[in-house]
């Protein structure tokens, strides 16, 4: 079955990353602010199209109809705003105007061109409320929103080179004009998309599984976020070799399931931000995308399928929302099986995360029904060889570990 629904959000996919001959040119005499983590992870996302029709930072007025009405000033759906903050005092200091270009740096090397289009506050309690439904800020999303300095500029971001991503996740790094070509080629008319941050357990295998027969997909698309990490998360190399690890060792046919990453830093906005993942996949390429329970939440800030919902009060973002319920193991069954069909509600047993995460911490190998032996030694492996002896992010690797991408210098 032919899906037409397989063009980019706003119709046309962004790319903005320049010739490597104009760089040097381009980005002569032009003021300099260094940037880290966030801000470089959307730079970079946003020049390579995987928030089409964005094209860079905000502006008031995207930022307004994102908050109040869940779309851009332009009319598409919007659910997060993305933006680009500055503290007055360093504005004044650079005497940085409106109609400016500024270049962006990390780590003393080019990053991006920001042509400043526009510099506003907005209210980060209003943002916070609307966004998150609540200014809590025991909710990370919210504290994320508060920390933001007390300005904001708007306006286009032109990468100004490829960015170098380091190993195991070079392979993995596929912007969207590449992919979708990659996708194309496989003949994936009809893509699923998998948003995780988990090294998977079969419940989250079955979850893939299931909604590749739901939605009569050709594949499934595993989409790891790469972003800020907590002390205790699993480290990326584990979630992403993990992931990739289920086709190597066939629990997935070769020809059906890829992995690909994306950077991204969860805002933990459970419904609004499954909208958001919806539309960056569909800027991937996909067709469908998949969500289980309490998608992209946290804590009990949001109902178990308020992800699910939201789908049907909003216009139809071109993608389809591929709702499903929990996957667990059922004694009676003898197996994985779905809360849609088991009948053995008080027998089930669910996948509880924390207790598979203290088995990992133990060394023992989980029982295969519950964790492929496979993801448990690339697991163990990236520990080692990533993680300085751990598959969860420690203080030691929050120090030492290199940051996933870096970039390159421009040579004159
Ligand atoms: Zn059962």
């Given at each position: 079955m032919v899906d037409n629904r397989l063009s980019p959000h706003g119709g046309k996919l962004v790319e903005r990353v320049l010739d490597p001959k104009e760089a040097p040119g381009r980005i002569a005499g032009l003021k300099t602010v260094p940037v880290k983590g966030q801000t470089v992870r959307e730079c970079v996302s946003l020049a390579y199209g995987f928030f089409s029709p964005l094209e860079g930072f905000m502006g008031r007025a995207d930022v307004d109809a994102v908050v109040n009405k869940m779309q851009l000033a332009s009319g598409y759906v919007w659910s997060v705003p993305l933006v680009f903050d500055m503290p007055k005092q360093q504005i004044d200091e650079l005497e940085i105007r409106t109609g400016d270009s500024i270049l962006l740096t990390f780590r003393e090397k080019p990053l991006v061109i920001l042509e400043i289009e526009e510099i506003f506050t907005y209210d980060k309690e209003?943002?916070?409320?609307?966004?998150?439904?609540?200014?809590?800020?025991?909710?990370?999303?919210?504290?994320?929103?508060?920390?933001?300095a007390d300005h904001f500029l708007g306006g286009r971001v032109t990468l100004v080179s490829?960015?170098?991503?380091?190993?195991?996740?070079?392979?993995?790094?596929?912007?969207?004009?590449?992919?979708?070509?990659?996708?194309?080629?496989?003949?994936?008319?009809?893509?699923?998309?998998?948003?995780?941050?988990?090294?998977?357990?079969?419940?989250?295998?079955?979850?893939?599984?299931?909604?590749?027969?739901?939605?009569?997909?050709?594949?499934?698309?595993?989409?790891?976020?790469?972003?800020?990490?907590?002390?205790?998360?699993?480290?990326?190399?584990?979630?992403?070799?993990?992931?990739?690890?289920?086709?190597?060792?066939?629990?997935?046919?070769?020809?059906?399931?890829?992995?690909?990453?994306?950077?991204?830093?969860?805002?933990?906005?459970?419904?609004?931000?499954?909208?958001?993942?919806?539309?960056?996949?569909?800027?991937?390429?996909?067709?469908?995308?998949?969500?289980?329970?309490?998608h992209a939440g946290v804590g009990d800030y949001y109902g178990t399928y308020d992800a699910h919902k939201i789908f049907d009060t909003i216009p139809d973002v071109g993608i389809y929302p591929v709702l499903t319920k929990e996957w667990y193991y059922c004694p009676v069954c003898a197996g994985i099986t779905y809360e849609g069909l088991c009948g053995h509600q008080k027998s089930k047993q669910k996948f509880s995360g924390s207790v598979i995460r203290s088995i990992i911490q133990d060394g023992v190998k989980p029982p295969r029904l519950i964790f492929r032996p496979e993801v448990f030694d690339v697991v163990m492996s990236a520990a080692e060889e990533y993680g300085f002896g751990s598959p969860f992010v420690t203080e030691r690797y929050l120090a030492e570990a290199q940051p996933v991408l870096t970039m390159p210098d421009v040579k004159k």
């Open positions: 209003l943002m916070a409320g609307k966004i998150f439904g609540t200014t809590e800020t025991k909710h990370p999303g919210v504290r994320r929103t508060y920390g933001y490829e960015p170098i991503i380091r190993e195991p996740f070079k392979r993995f790094w596929k912007p969207p004009a590449v992919l979708r070509k990659e996708l194309a080629a496989k003949g994936w008319e009809r893509a699923v998309a998998h948003q995780t941050r988990n090294v998977p357990h079969t419940g989250h295998e079955w979850l893939m599984k299931g909604a590749w027969f739901a939605s009569q997909a050709t594949g499934v698309l595993v989409n790891p976020v790469v972003g800020e990490k907590r002390a205790g998360d699993y480290i990326d190399e584990a979630i992403i070799l993990g992931q990739d690890v289920l086709r190597e060792a066939g629990y997935f046919r070769e020809d059906v399931h890829a992995v690909s990453l994306l950077f991204w830093d969860m805002r933990y906005a459970g419904p609004r931000e499954a909208v958001f993942h919806a539309i960056v996949r569909k800027n991937l390429g996909c067709t469908h995308h998949m969500f289980g329970r309490d």
